[in-house]
């Protein structure tokens, strides 16, 4: 027991380091900028930030939000996105042991939020998470007790054509852009994680949670949806509870006797 609970504590800690390259990722990626070099910096004073005012969600606490140097606040998305990974790391651990299906779910569950921060910012979902986690996702179906590499490959293929066809037929429909690119390379890396019917899922929710959430919003404002944000929601939800959800909707739709 204490076992388990030492593994899932290190993988807690591993999933906070992992959270903050996920937000120089999200942040660089947005903008074609190289995630190795420069160093960070404070975006005030330009200083680069030494190793113990790095450490993720503790230095943030100790400098109360604020940089070292030139006191200009810090947000608050680095000690969350860095939070929120390692209890990605930690819950899947927790769930599925020391098995390979909990880094699967770990990678995944990472990837989508780099996503809803990306898209959040930027209104981009950078190719690195959606093209790269297409790839990642694809060769872990090889080594997963839950989906094929047939299932993924399915997937992968139905969400990227699905999406295409819903931009054309949107842009046709509207005389302008209806979807970016990279909400459609995005759902290719949900197929290939998903498979096709988790992928059509996670549409289904996506669209939903962005015409309640966001739509009033956008009416009003004219500003676009990131749809990416309510695709990586729906996305892990999907994961979490997709099979619960289907079977669900199949006992209501098509109930026996």
């Known amino acids: 027991m204490i076992e388990s609970w030492l593994l899932v504590v290190t993988a807690g800690v591993l999933g906070l380091a992992l959270g903050s390259f996920v937000n120089v990722c999200a942040l660089r990626w947005a903008q074609d900028q190289s995630v190795i070099s420069p160093r960070s910096a404070c975006p005030g004073c330009g200083k680069a930030i030494a190793w113990y005012d790095n450490v993720p969600v503790l230095s943030w606490i100790l400098l109360r939000a604020r940089c070292r140097h030139c006191s200009e606040p810090i947000s608050i998305q680095y000690p969350l996105v860095e939070l929120t990974t390692g209890l990605i790391w930690a819950g899947s651990v927790w769930a599925f042991g020391p098995e390979l299906e909990a880094v699967r779910a770990a990678l995944f569950l990472t990837l989508l939020l780099g996503i809803a921060v990306a898209d959040a910012k930027f209104y981009i979902i950078p190719d690195q998470f959606s093209v790269g986690g297409a790839v990642l996702g694809f060769a872990l179906s090889f080594v997963s007790p839950v989906i094929t590499w047939t299932e993924s490959l399915i997937?992968?293929?139905?969400?990227?054509?699905?999406?295409?066809?819903?931009?054309?037929?949107?842009?046709?429909?509207?005389?302008?852009?209806?979807?970016?690119?990279?909400?459609?390379?995005?759902?290719?890396?949900?197929?290939?994680?998903?498979?096709?019917?988790?992928?059509?899922?996670t549409l289904f929710m996506g669209a939903v949670l962005g015409a309640v959430i966001f739509g009033p919003i956008s009416l009003k404002t004219g500003k676009l949806v990131p749809f990416g944000i309510f695709l990586a929601a729906g996305a892990a939800v999907t994961f979490v509870a997709g099979d619960a959800i289907i079977g669900w909707y199949m006992d209501w739709a098509f109930p026996a006797g």
């Open 155 to 201: 997937g992968a293929a139905a969400g990227f054509f699905l999406l295409w066809f819903v931009a054309w037929a949107g842009e046709k429909a509207f005389k302008k852009e209806a979807m970016g690119g990279g909400d459609i390379k995005m759902m290719a890396m949900v197929g290939a994680f998903l498979g096709a019917w988790g992928m059509a899922l």
